[in-house]
């Protein structure tokens, strides 16, 4: 691996890292500024095309809880494959695991495709899919909960639960 290609990876990891303890904290400018204007933003629960659809979302944290609500809550980023695609472009997957006060929430992984704009590698693709929830999930919808069991319960090999296109 080169400098160059160890830079890129360090950069791509950065915005990884921002995005997820901007989630935690409800940072939401800080959410939003690791996304270009054009980035593409899906997962089970939503499909977003563009920074101004990934805003109408974000617009529900600041919405009124009508069910308990996490104390607190960890994003956590384990194994991370980054494959740089050009001079401006990269792929990554990247497995995550949620943990709130009620222990494992739930956890899944990223399918991500960044650019490079302005010296910062920014997600223009994201793809957040749902591997396994815990029934008392204080994030993940009951409906999705049902499907995933559902999914899953059928024998044969695992199938996530997810937004768009698998890479």
Known sequence: MSDAEAIIRTKIRDTMSRYNIAGDR?????????????AVFTTGLFHCDGKAAIVEITKRWKNVPTKPVAKFVRHNLTTSQIDITGQRTADARTYYFVMTDIGPDHCGYYVDKYREEGGRWLICYRD?????VNPASLFVPDRVKRRLAEINAHGGPFVPLGGGNRQ
């Not at 409800?26 to 054009?38: G, P, Y």
């Not at 957040?128 to 396994?132: E, N, Y």
Request: net charge negative; hydrophobic share 60%; aromatic share 16%.
């Open 128 to 132: 957040a899919v749902l591997d396994w």
């Open 26 to 38: 409800v940072d939401i400018d800080a959410f939003l500024d690791v996304f270009t204007e054009d």
